[in-house]
């Protein structure tokens, strides 16, 4: 899955990492596969020394962007922190200084490439060769040269200026002008992008329903997502195959794979039982209805129902008429933040990334109660494929 990445919170705060563990990839300090529930990513240290003694201070100060087997952390000062699987081996973590003086922007990154931004460039790095010494002679595999005045500061990497940058090759995709693109998030195989005036688009696989067209079509071209169309976006997240949204109000939507409960909306994995399966229907006119049958494929009565694809993007409830500000997809969970400051997950948790000190997956957004027991107010999340990271400020 593309790499999320996390913004940069207004004021400062603590960051807390939460799920699969198997190479220190999310809480180094813990020696543990999986980690139940949210844990501080406590900072041991100012020493940027690469390697792995107890000096290094590997929790990110600004950004976090997890893959699968290693995460990164982007400090303001244009620092850049791995730890989990690098430099050949797990528990280790890496330290790249600022170059030649200059100052990285940003990043993103994946199992096997970080790009970084900075003010004239785009670069990318083998992340495979970086070494625990932090030297990245020899990383840096692609270059795109930016001109200083094409810089547009309303935009958020990976766009970059005629189009953005992913970690697949061939790294650079143009976008057309005419699309105005202000915010982007990448999925595993689908793309969403907001535009300047909050209209929604999506490309990409369509296999799983996650382009909310209707349909299970691929889209080789950004197309408005008709069915939120008028309706101002305000956040937006893309996980594995599944898709996410909040309005301008605080409302939710959800639509593409549902297969552990990543959209909030009834799964048969967690019915225990033999359910039947919503499964979508395509009419001659190309959109979807959502029809009610069994494994025989025979429309039948009223009974429990699951869904399996999603293919329209759907309003999801939550208690209390709650707002959500921030939203992040992993490979098949999700997290959103309400304007409040409580973090609700739901979704796959195999190893714990939802945060609720178990292993057990969920259909229905559940609070995590560690922050509001902490008196923690969360600011921001981010999902990883197996598991999340947040940063909050406030507590005891």
């Known amino acids: 899955m593309a790499a999320t990445v996390a913004a940069a919170p207004s004021s400062p705060g603590r960051w807390f990492g939460f799920g699969y563990n198997r190479f220190g990839q999310t809480v180094p300090d813990v020696a543990a596969d999986r980690v139940l529930e949210p844990r501080h990513l406590a900072a041991r240290g ?7 003694g107890p000096d290094i201070q590997p929790a990110p100060a600004c950004k976090v962007c997890p893959a699968w087997s290693h995460s990164a952390g982007w400090r303001g000062d244009g620092s850049i922190y791995f730890w989990g699987f690098v430099a050949d081996g797990p528990w280790h973590h890496i330290y790249i200084n600022n ?39 020899g990383s840096v595999i692609w270059t795109k040269h930016l001109q200083e005045e094409e810089e547009n500061p309303n935009t958020a990497f990976p766009l970059i200026p005629g189009g953005y940058v992913t970690t697949t090759p061939p790294f650079y995709k143009p976008l057309s002008p005419r699309l105005q ?32 067209h209707g349909s299970v079509e691929d ?27 909040t309005n301008a109000s605080g409302d939710v939507y959800v639509w593409g794979w549902n297969e552990s409960g990543q ?31 069994d494994a025989g494929d025979g429309i039948i009565g009223n009974v429990n129902v699951f869904i399996s694809i999603q293919a329209f993007p759907a309003l999801l409830d939550f208690p209390g008429e709650l707002e959500m500000c921030k939203v992040s997809c992993g490979s098949r969970h999700t997290a959103a933040v309400t304007r409040c400051g409580k973090l609700y997950t739901w979704g796959w948790g195999n190893y714990g990334q939802l945060g609720h000190g178990q292993a057990d997956s969920s259909d229905v957004p559940r609070l995590v109660e560690y922050f509001t027991e902490n008196h923690l107010s969360v600011m921001d999340v981010v999902c990883g494929p197996w598991n999340t990271f947040v940063v909050a400020q406030g507590g005891i």
């Open 219 to 245: 889209g080789a071209e950004p197309r408005v997502v008709e069915a939120l169309q008028g309706l101002a976006m305000a956040e937006i997240a893309a996980g594995t195959w599944h898709s996410i949204c």
């Open 263 to 293: 959209l909030g909306l009834p799964t048969k994995l967690q019915s225990g039982k033999e359910h039947q399966q919503l499964s979508l229907q395509i009419g001659p006119s190309g959109e979807g209805t959502p029809a009610l049958k």
């Open 99 to 137: 170059r030649d003086q200059q100052r990285c922007r940003d990043m993103l990154t994946s199992e096997k490439y970080l790009l970084t931004l900075w003010q004239d460039r785009v670069e990318c790095w083998d992340v495979p060769s970086l070494c625990p010494t932090g030297d990245t002679m």
């Open 46 to 52: 100012s020493g940027p020394r690469p390697g792995h």
């Open 181 to 212: 693109a202000r915010r982007l998030a990448l999925g595993g195989e689908h793309a969403l992008m907001l535009t300047f005036d909050w209209t929604l688009y999506s490309w990409g696989s369509g296999r799983h329903g996650q382009l909310g």
